[in-house]
Structure formats: C-alpha cells, structure tokens
C-alpha cells in the first residue's frame, strides 16, 4: 500500500508539473503574440494607440469612435475620409497628414504639430485645437464650427470657404491668412495677430475683432454687420465696399477713410473721430 500510494503520488506531481508546464507555454505565446503586435494592428484592435508611431500608414476610410491616439506620430499618414470623431490627438504629430474630408468632430487635436496638414473639407466642428501648430495648413472649405482654436498658429493657412461659425480664435497667430469668402457668423478673434489677412467676401456678422491686429487686413465686399472692432489695429488696413452696419470701431487706431472705398454703415455704427460712413442701402447690398 506504502508503495501503491507513493507512486500514485508521483503521478499526481507530474500531471500537476505537466499542466503548469502547458499553461506557461499558452502564455508565453500570448504574450509573444502582444509583444509582436505592429501599432498599426493595435489600432484597428483596440482604438488605442496613444504614442504610437503610424507615420506613413495608409488608414483612409478608417472608422474608430474615440480613438485614443494622443502624443501618436501620424506624420504624412492617409487618413482621407476617416471618420474620428471624439478621437484624442492632443499633443500628435499630424505634420502633413493627409485628413481631407475626414470626420473629426468633437476631436481633441490642442497642441498638436500640424505644419501643412491637408484638412480640406474636413469635419471639425466643436473640436479643440488650441495651441496647434496649423502652418500652412490646408482648411479649404473646412468645417469649424465651434471648434475652438485659442493661441493656434495659423500662418499662411488657407481657409478659402471655411465655414467657422462660433470658432473662437482668440490670441491666434494667423499673419497672412486667407479666410476668402469664409463664413465667420459670431467667430472670435479677440486679441488675434492678423496682419494682411485677406477677408475678401467674409461673413463676419457680429464677429469679435477687439484688440485684433488687423495691421494691413483686406476687406473686401465683406459684412461686418454688428461685428466688435473695439480697440483693434487697423493701419493700412482695406475696407472697399464693406459693410459695417451697427459695427462697434470705437477705439481702433490706424483707420484711414480713405481707404473705405464704398464702404457703408448705419446710425448705431461706432466710429473714430474724424471717420464718416455713407449709410448702407439695399443697392449697396446688391453690388458686393
């Protein structure tokens, strides 16, 4: 019995040894298999991928609902007609990515490296990208509205036909922009630097230009009915054919008359001292 029992219990260690052995090596080769995984794979597995490197990927059309890519490199990825929304790219570097058409509403983009991204006809309204790098940026036709863009660098950007609406660009550095027919209705540019931007055929009405720089700015056949000029720099700035209806210019330096070419107002549009408006008819409307 002593014997019988000794060897059933050498058995027992070696079929317990045996199952353990089988359970180490299952995950090893799971682990394996994770440690193997590309980010690229990650991504699509789990929608997290926060500080990975998928720089020259192609991920057009991808779909992924908050995806968490913060701190990730994305530099010169496809990722037209992806849909992002409430995804997290604070922080990405998303230098000359290819973003046209791709939905990023809600998006979290704040502080991201964004020199020349392509964001043609790209969804943003209501994201954040405060503090961006958006150089040279591409926002042709763009939508932002209320997303919120204070301190962004827009230098040279192009938003031609961007519609921003409610967009708050307070403290922007947007020298030389070009917001060309743009839709700008309640925008904020508080305390913005826009020295020679172009506002050809904006819709400005009741935009906030307190304090901006508009050092040099052409308006042309622009509405800036109600807008807030309060305290802006205007030198050198054109105002041909534009319309100031109930616009508040009270404060603002620099303005000269006579480059108001055509330019019309109302009895509740406040202006300098020294400055006079003809007043605004439904003709004038009808020639911008």
Known sequence: MTIFGASFARQARRAKASAAAAAMVALLAATGSALGESDLERLKRSGDCAGCDLRLSELRGLTIEKAQLAGANLRETDLKEASLIGANLAGADLRRTELERTDL??????????????????????????????????MVETNLVDAGLQGADLRQALLIRAIASGADFSKAKMEGVNLERANLMSATFAGARLP???????????????????????????????????????????MRRTRLVGADLSGASGLDGARMVGACGDATTKLPDGIALKTCSDMDDKDR
């Open 105 to 138: 509403t809600g998006a979290n983009l704040s502080k991201g490296s964004m020199r020349g991204v392509d964001l043609e006809k790209a969804i943003l309204a209501g994201a954040s990208l405060a503090g961006a790098d958006l150089r040279n940026a591409d």
């Open 196 to 238: 020679n931007a172009d506002f050809d055929r904006v819709s400005a009405v009741g935009a906030d230009f307190r304090d901006a720089d508009l050092t040099g700015a052409h308006f042309s056949s622009a509405d800036l009915t109600g807008a807030n000029l309060s305290g802006a720099r205007l030198d050198g700035a054109l």
